[in-house]
């Protein structure tokens, strides 16, 4: 056996540049590259001072990565490559040169010193200095990897935490069509059938089924607890009546007291947060508090703080597509009924808070139902963050729509609600349905559909 020498060893390792787009989205990143090395040249530093202020998760990331590489830095060079951890062989530096290699200059090609040019030099630079080294720029920003492949640099979108295969996605609803109406017959008269009687493999936790037969039909879900395939009946909720099958059986995962979190998938119109809320207004007396909160994604890129006004002017228009849903359960009512008047009572009293995501962060969850809504613009780790601080007797509630993306490093792939609903899918505390019929109206449809 030829034992491979250092010099081998080295050239096998590649060396990834990070964007600064790649920090924010995951300040661990740099923890995820195995045996390779990994660099962030000092423009990434100076971007990221730029966002350690403030309250939304992408400060906290920019924070919690600056503190690590002060960790880093006590007694060592970051000019010099340092071992990332006693445990393995992988390096971290920071790269000071901003010039660009011998041959080429991304500032003068493109006619700008922008961050995104001075990134693309240092990681030319890198591909001078190491020759004999894989040098791969990894960033979320395409127009960057476009840029840097123009520059021959090789080029990659950060991978930890994509899904593989979107469109196979989990969507938590089979439909069946039957030969006879046996099975159907059963669970009309009982109530439940074994699973084995309908499918072969046992199904994932609370998957929901739509058994037909050329003369009747009717809805079931797999019971997790009794092994059972169970009927599963049309409920209205706080007076929102389910308009189709998905709805009625995401009111079931939404009322069913085993089931703790909840994924609502589909595109505008279906009802998912108008369902989300219904549900959690059913359910008032079981729970403490109603939040009800969304991310905010300032418009053309602008910072909400240079919005005129206080925060509850800064925020309100982000805020009104809840509102809207709020006021259509409310008009469900006489304005003078005891549920209108209900409704008007828990916003008073605070039992039932809209806001903006990072005005929530902090709260405590217990006893509580959160509900996020356009979840499709929260990061995996945002995601996990949320859940992992929920206390006894919370539930919480995810809506939102994987192909309507409006942050600019997040994708169908990598958005925090694919993350979740491929990672969790089976679990006995989770339940996932994917709305696809819209509701609102036909023209509504007739957009979704063509356009």
Known sequence: ?????????????????????????????????????????????????????????????????????????????????????????????????????????????????????????????????????????????????????????????????????????????????????????????????????????????HHYFILRNHKSSILAYFNPNSELIERVEKKVVYGIKPKNAEQAFAIHALLNPDVKLVTIQGVAGTGKTLIALASALEQKSDFVQIYLARPIVPLNNKEIGFLPGDAGEKVGPYMEPLWDNLKVIQNQFKENSKDFQRIKELVANEKLLVAPLAFIRGRSLSNIVFIVDEAQNLTPLEVKTIISRAGEGTKIVFTGDIHQIDTPYLDTESNGLSYLIDRLKGQSLYSHVTLEKGERSALANLANELL
């Not at 989205?25 to 100076?46: G, K, S, W």
């Open 1 to 205: 056996m030829v034992r491979k020498t250092k010099t081998q060893n080295l050239e096998q390792r590649k060396i990834f540049v990070l964007d600064t787009s790649v920090i924010l989205y995951d300040h661990q990143a740099i923890l995820n590259f195995q045996e390779h090395d990994v660099a962030i040249p000092i423009t990434v530093l100076e971007e990221l001072d730029n966002f350690k202020k403030g309250n939304d998760t992408i400060n906290y990331e920019a924070r919690q990565f600056i503190r690590f590489i002060d960790g880093l830095s006590q007694g060592n060079s970051l000019s010099d490559w340092i071992l990332l951890d006693k445990k393995r062989v992988s390096k971290f530096k920071v790269i000071m040169e901003i010039q660009g290699s011998s041959e080429l200059d991304a500032t003068r090609l493109f006619g700008d010193r922008k961050a995104d040019h001075l990134i693309l030099n240092a990681a030319l630079k890198m591909q001078e200095l190491n020759p004999q080294r894989s040098v791969i720029l990894v960033t979320k920003d395409m127009n960057l990897r476009l840029k840097a492949r123009a520059l021959n640099i090789q080029s990659e979108d950060y991978e930890t935490g994509k899904i593989k295969d979107v469109e196979g996605l989990y969507k938590g609803i089979s439909r069946i069509e039957m030969d006879s109406s046996e099975i159907i017959d059963e669970l009309h008269k009982n109530g439940s059938v074994p699973y084995t009687e309908l499918v072969k493999v046992r199904p994932q936790s």
